[in-house]
């Protein structure tokens, strides 16, 4: 059984940053992809950010392309996302996922991830 943790949520004021962490525990990170999505209320789930855990590889949304990057850490088992030039319209409660059935490319749809995290908030506000 995998276990993530999602940390690093806050307010931060629009044009600031937050660094999410996501931390593995339970079984070694070594998921076939790992995600980012978040969830803004009353608005569905959606993709933010991916990356391939063999070579590194990374999607992103059009929405933060050049904001947002996302990385890995094998030996701290763990994920980042690094969000910087946040707007009001980032505020959402970040989600962590993985996903360890064979993948080619990092999913963009949640049910193609097994596990998911319990979410962390980032609220961008003046």
């Known amino acids: 059984q995998v276990q993530l943790v999602e940390s690093g949520g806050g307010l931060v004021q629009p044009g600031g940053s937050l660094r999410l962490s996501c931390a593995a525990s339970?079984?070694?990170?070594?998921?076939?992809?790992v995600g980012w999505f978040r969830q803004a209320p009353g608005k569905e789930r959606e993709f933010v950010a991916g990356?391939?855990?063999?070579?590194?590889?990374?999607n992103y949304a059009d929405s933060v392309r050049g904001r947002f990057t996302i990385s890995r850490d094998n030996a701290k088992n763990a994920v980042y996302l690094q969000m910087n030039s946040l707007k009001p319209e980032d505020t959402a409660v970040y989600y962590c996922?993985?996903?360890?059935?064979?993948?080619?490319?990092?999913?963009?749809?949640?049910?193609?991830?097994?596990?998911w995290g319990q979410g962390t908030q980032v609220t961008v506000s003046s």
């Open positions: 996922a993985a996903r360890f059935r064979f993948t080619p490319g990092t999913p963009k749809v949640d049910y193609a991830y097994e596990y």
């Open positions: 990356i391939l855990w063999s070579n590194g590889n990374t």
């Open positions: 339970g079984r070694t990170f070594s998921a076939y992809a």
